[in-house]
């Protein structure tokens, strides 16, 4: 899967209703996912306050998708992430990302 350089931009509204501004038409969290696993990137900007609300959104699908599937993250990942959220170094966490997920690309290429 090839991850295409420019995100969609979506706007958040406050009814929790999202805009797909490239095809001017609103979405589900479902359809933002299904771009994301297609291999688009998405932005999502808070229609009020012009804030980047991209992590809460996608924090989000995962949750509502763990919530149907009755599948959620590990119990001791979870108090870890809110002992230490704060804390973490998040350009080092992104970082580590980044090379576990180039491990899938030798994978799939």
């Given at each position: 899967?090839?991850?295409?350089?420019?995100?969609?931009?979506f706007?958040?509204?406050?009814n929790?209703?999202?805009?797909?501004?490239?095809?001017?038409?609103?979405?589900?969290?479902?359809?933002?996912?299904?771009?994301?696993?297609?291999?688009?990137?998405?932005?999502?900007?808070?229609?009020?306050?012009?804030?980047d609300?991209?992590?809460?959104?996608?924090t989000q699908i995962?949750m509502?998708?763990?919530?149907n599937?009755n599948?959620?993250?590990?119990?001791?990942?979870?108090?870890?992430?809110?002992?230490?959220?704060?804390?973490?170094?998040?350009q080092?966490?992104?970082?580590?990302?980044?090379?576990?997920?180039?491990?899938?690309d030798?994978?799939t290429?």
């Amino acid at each position: 899967m090839q991850i295409l350089t420019e995100p969609i931009l979506f706007k958040k509204y406050a009814n929790r209703r999202l805009y797909n501004m490239s095809e001017s038409k609103y979405v589900t969290l479902d359809d933002m996912s299904n771009l994301i696993r297609e291999g688009y990137d998405v932005k999502v900007i808070d229609a009020k306050n012009k804030e980047d609300v991209t992590s809460f959104i996608l924090t989000q699908i995962i949750m509502e998708q763990a919530k149907n599937k009755n599948i959620l993250l590990p119990v001791p990942f979870l108090h870890f992430i809110l002992r230490n959220g704060d804390n973490l170094l998040p350009q080092y966490l992104e970082n580590n990302f980044k090379q576990f997920i180039r491990g899938f690309d030798i994978f799939t290429s």
